[in-house]
């Protein structure tokens, strides 16, 4: 298999919209002058010397997979996205059906202990949904696409465990769902376009016309986000729309709805919010937070690296988010500067949840970011929570100097550099930081901090967060070092522009493919 093949399955639908011309107050390093910086379109202008090349995006027939990039200096075809919308926004991202030949299937017996799942001040459900599905290849257009329809009893047989729940995320191909009948009702209901909501205010009646659209902030593979305007309560919201020929076309159908599932579950004041989804005959709309600072990732390119102070900020709204998510066995696969969003205040939020997943015990499914996958999943030994603890660790790595710590220009390069664990280190990094980046960075899962017998609790009692009070974290009293220059909370300078016109309105699905989304 050349190294030419192994950039991408796919890429998932990405934070932010690229980054348009941001201009931050900042009270550490500063953002520098702004640049027009997007993930995916357009030209960028970097102030690290941190820059991607992007191969040839072809195809190798003896491969599983094809590539779609991002994060390479502005040059790959899939165009930037906001607020999680497509395929082709910032940085590398893999993801595969689930196959039932793993590149290795001598599974680690040893198991780690998971932390007792703790209450979360804020754990209602709440109505909302944010689906950032992820863009794979058919196999009507690759012949090198990875079987999507094994059986999860092949990948146990790896494990040498009978029992072992193994849930599967690949997407279920339209014959599989053939069965799936409509309920009458409900498609009545659908063809209204409308649903009750319950909100702080009583029971709400969403529809679509409720919601004016003022202009695209971000496109993808499957479709665009637009700033919107709630009619009713004169709020802004980000419109998530996409083309159900194309989700379906790309056998995405379980990743969108396994996604606006897990957002409509969870609340959380660094996670991005979903207020209400539906669907027409076309397409599929999701109505979440409108967060109008932009990407982490502009700020990091802008302004070449973080100082310690900086980066610990976010890396604890971070830690923040992820005990609660784990709390709820939900692990998240993605995080990486372009799934971050900055809010008007400076505080983080989460978004593109593509690819999360409910846990019932391990998965083996390849999906992530190249720079940010942890060993195991490489490995194909099966994985779960402990892959967000070891993202986080090269996402304050890429922080602190201004790039991941492995890094090649081709993805094969990435994952030997990954399983070697060898790191290069700046000279002068915060030695408490660095301490903190080694024990997340390491290749046994049960040895990582954060996988431990207390969970996300040894990881808030480092050193390096020890000034640290947790409950300010969650309220978001701590001062945020980057405040984004916007005027109001509709304000877009943070976003690319896209020509209005471009958008030609998707092809209407017939009876058969629609009730794949019954229940959107």
Same mark, same amino acid.
């Given at each position: 298999m050349s190294a030419a093949a192994c950039a991408r399955f796919c890429t998932p639908l990405t934070a932010g919209g690229g980054g348009g011309a941001n201009k931050a107050k900042s009270n550490t390093s500063g953002t520098g002058s702004s640049s027009k910086l997007t993930t995916g379109t357009g030209n960028?202008?970097?102030?690290?010397?941190?820059?991607?090349?992007?191969?040839?995006?072809?195809?190798?027939?003896e491969a599983s997979f094809t590539f779609k990039l991002g994060r390479a200096n502005g040059s790959s075809g899939n165009g930037s996205s906001s607020h999680g919308v497509g395929g082709g926004g910032g940085g590398h991202s893999v993801a595969s059906s689930e196959s039932s030949d793993p590149l290795e299937s001598d599974y680690s017996e040893e198991e780690e202990e998971e932390p007792e799942p703790k209450p979360e001040q804020s754990s209602h459900v709440s109505s909302r949904s944010s689906s950032s599905a992820?863009?794979?290849?058919?196999?009507?257009?690759?012949?090198?696409?990875?079987?999507?329809?094994?059986?999860?009893?092949?990948?146990?047989?790896?494990?040498?465990?009978? !029992?072992?729940?193994?849930?599967?995320?690949?997407?279920?191909?339209?014959?599989?769902?053939?069965?799936?009948?409509?309920?009458?009702?409900?498609?009545?209901?659908?063809?209204?376009?409308?649903?009750?909501?319950?909100?702080?205010?009583?029971?709400?009646?969403?529809?679509?016309?409720?919601?004016?659209?003022?202009?695209?902030? !971000?496109?993808?593979?499957?479709g665009r986000v637009c700033l919107c305007r709630d009619r009713i309560s004169e709020k802004y919201c980000a419109m998530k729309i996409l083309a159900m020929t194309e989700v379906i076309r790309l056998k995405q159908i379980e990743h969108v709805k396994n996604e606006r599932n897990i957002l409509r579950e969870i609340r959380h004041p660094f996670v991005i919010s979903l207020e209400w989804s539906t669907k027409d005959d076309s397409n599929l709309y999701m109505i979440f937070d409108y967060v109008c600072g932009g990407e982490l990732f502009t700020y990091l390119r802008n302004a070449g690296k973080f100082t310690?102070?900086?980066?610990?900020?976010?890396?604890?709204?971070?830690?923040?988010?992820?005990?609660?998510?784990?709390?709820?066995?939900?692990?998240?696969?993605?995080?990486?500067?372009?799934?971050?969003?900055?809010?008007?205040? !400076?505080?983080?939020?989460?978004?593109?949840?593509?690819?999360?997943?409910?846990?019932?015990?391990r998965t083996w499914t390849l999906c992530g970011t190249p720079e940010y996958i942890a060993p195991e999943i490489i490995q194909s030994k099966g994985h779960n929570k402990a892959v967000d603890w070891w993202a986080l660790g090269v996402l304050i790595y890429e922080m602190l100097v201004g790039y991941p710590p492995f890094y090649d220009e081709q993805p094969f390069g990435i994952y030997e550099k990954i399983l070697s664990g060898k790191i290069e280190w700046e000279r002068h990094m915060d030695p408490i930081a660095k301490d903190l980046i080694k024990k997340l960075l390491v290749n046994d899962r049960t040895k990582r901090l954060g996988n431990m017998k207390n969970g996300a609790d040894d990881v808030k009692r480092h050193r390096w967060f020890k000034h640290l009070n947790w409950n300010d974290v969650?309220?978001?009293?701590?001062?945020?070092?980057?405040?984004?220059?916007?005027?109001?909370?509709?304000?877009?300078?943070?976003?690319?522009?896209?020509?209005?016109?471009?958008?030609?309105?998707?092809?209407?699905?017939?009876?058969r493919d629609l009730q794949y989304f019954n229940d959107f």
């Open positions: 960028s202008s970097m102030t690290s010397s941190y820059k991607k090349k992007s191969p040839a995006s072809d195809t190798n027939t992820t863009t794979t290849t058919s196999s009507a257009d690759h012949e090198n696409e990875v079987d999507e329809e094994e059986d999860d009893d092949d990948e146990n047989d790896g494990d040498g465990r009978d !029992g072992d729940d193994v849930t599967n995320d690949s997407n279920e191909s339209i014959e599989e769902d053939d069965g799936n009948e409509t309920d009458d009702e409900e498609d009545e209901d659908d063809s209204d376009e409308s649903s009750s909501v319950q909100t702080a205010k009583g029971v709400r009646k969403y529809h679509l016309d409720d919601y004016q659209i003022i202009k695209t902030v !971000g496109t993808g593979t499957f310690s102070q900086t980066s610990n900020f976010f890396a604890a709204e971070i830690v923040s988010a992820l005990e609660y998510l784990h709390s709820l066995q939900i692990v998240y696969r993605d995080l990486k500067p372009e799934n971050l969003l900055i809010n008007r205040d !400076g505080h983080l939020k989460i978004t593109d949840f593509g690819f999360a997943k409910k846990l019932r015990d969650y309220n978001k009293k701590l001062k945020p070092p980057i405040l984004p220059d916007v005027h109001h909370d509709g304000d877009t300078k943070n976003f690319d522009d896209y020509p209005e016109q471009d958008w030609k309105p998707a092809k209407a699905v017939d009876q």
